[in-house]
């Protein structure tokens, strides 16, 4: 496995590092950021929380603008950020060149619909090729937690509802909650997954939390601002609340008065999500 | 005066604002952008660090991506983040369109040379106008201080010591030292300033500070990462402590090990930067 290093820099004693490589499941070379912590720097192996990011991003948005390094390198966290989608020539992106499909909104899934279906393997990248590669080329344990943002919210509780045994924790900041409900997501599905809508279910955090086998359960923590512009049309947290209901989750989701969906609002209260991950990572 | 709304979001309790003015100074619009913190929602009124950013910046790179809030929010600071120059159309740029001159690069002083003596009165700007709409729509006091990087640490040194009366302290991240000895400098004072070095010497930190008065005085820290690739041609800090022996000046210059010239170093020793102008701004 080639491993290019893109950049390297010191922050908070520890280290930002972005490499590229070529990857099995998204066929094109894909690039993720990481931030190891300085305890990593005598030998230390830390466990990882995976950031999934939202419409639009790549892996620098969450590393430059959420402010985690502080509480990370306190508590001895190593962060991983992968891009949003695969890139590069022969990549499909969406006809009309919209944000929110193709290029930078890969949705964390797997595609089955010509042309998508080549290079579009995001679901079987985030779960199973990235972490491997992590584990075998960085100072990390095999303990993992995952977060994410607006559809990388949507990533994160989908990926630890259908992956109990692979995260301790899973969080998320303005999480596209129930997509099959909502204009990005019924995009997103229809043009990756197609028009039958029984796969589209096995990608619905909200439909995967109501289902949610007792033995499957994890902490999970969702944090959502009042006055996000994508609330009623595109969030949906209510969705959430009602599946945790169904299925007796225990999802604690506290809606944030004044705050937006912007990386102020995540930077705001990422450092509550380090130390909630944190408390499942160093007991197990 | 018109003062214009452009954006507004939440973060750690207080406000992140930007906003838009015709500026008497620039002879153009000019944008900034203000973090409020909570203890002005109950109408008490703060001290206010402006930071004056780098070669290319907006006033976006700092309040995105220094994790300065939570810090300032937590020890009542609003920090007021200007432009590095002046924009718009009939804005004159660098002749060759690099990033060193012209938009973006300001250099925070008043041009004499045309066509840049237009609009390129950033000095002007910085040390009167701003902080007067600042004072007057606002809940700030007039205690202030002044941080920067880089092309702004150069500009928050050589402003400080030109106006120590209006400045209980300051700091810098990576300046240009000694701008008249640097390719960087050189480029900018020939353009902005012509051929007559004594004008140049009025905006040349280390020159200021070798000929600083006891009474003129100014708490001051700098951070300059040993990593950073602009340090020997551009920076050069040793200039900076040859002057403060020379003056006797209270200067503190921290080498650190390992970083380099971006924002994963700034994030790195914000806190430090907050908490050494809070120990002047809340006694003054």
Chains 1, 2 share one sequence.
Not at 4 to 15: I, V
Not at 36 to 45: R, S
Request: hydrophobic share 35%.
């Amino acid at each position: 496995m080639s491993l290019e290093c893109l950049s390297s820099a010191k922050s908070f004693d520890g280290w930002h590092k972005q490499y590229s490589h070529p990857s099995t499941s998204t066929h094109c070379n894909m690039r993720f950021a990481i931030y190891l912590p300085p305890q990593t720097a005598t030998g230390e192996k830390v466990p990882v929380l995976y950031w999934l990011s939202g419409l639009t991003c790549t892996d620098e948005n969450f590393m430059q603008k959420a402010g985690a390094f502080a509480e990370a390198a306190r508590l001895g966290i190593a962060i991983v950020a992968p891009d949003t989608s695969p890139r590069g020539e022969g990549v499909a992106d969406d006809p009309e060149g919209r944000y929110d499909f193709g290029l930078g909104a890969g949705f964390y899934l797997n595609a089955t619909q010509a042309p998508y279906n080549e290079h579009y393997q995001m679901y079987d990248y985030i779960v199973h090729e990235l972490p491997k590669l992590v584990e075998e080329n960085f100072p990390v344990t095999s303990t993992r937690a995952i977060s994410g943002h607006s559809m990388g919210g949507h990533g994160a509780l989908m990926i630890a509802l259908k992956n109990p045994e692979r995260y301790t924790s899973v969080s998320a900041f303005s999480p596209i909650a129930n997509p099959i409900n909502c204009p990005w997501g019924q995009k997103a599905f229809t043009g990756y997954l197609g028009a039958d809508q029984s796969l589209w279910r096995e990608y619905d955090s909200s439909l995967l939390l109501a289902d949610c086998k007792p033995e499957d359960r994890r902490p999970a923590l969702v944090d959502q601002g009042d006055a996000d512009s994508f609330l009623t049309e595109q969030l949906k947290p209510e969705a959430l609340t009602a599946a945790a209901k169904k299925s007796d989750f225990p999802l604690t989701l506290r809606m944030q008065s004044g705050y937006d969906h912007s990386y102020f609002f995540i930077s705001s209260f990422i450092d509550d999500h380090l130390r909630f991950h944190h408390q499942y990572l160093a007991s197990s």
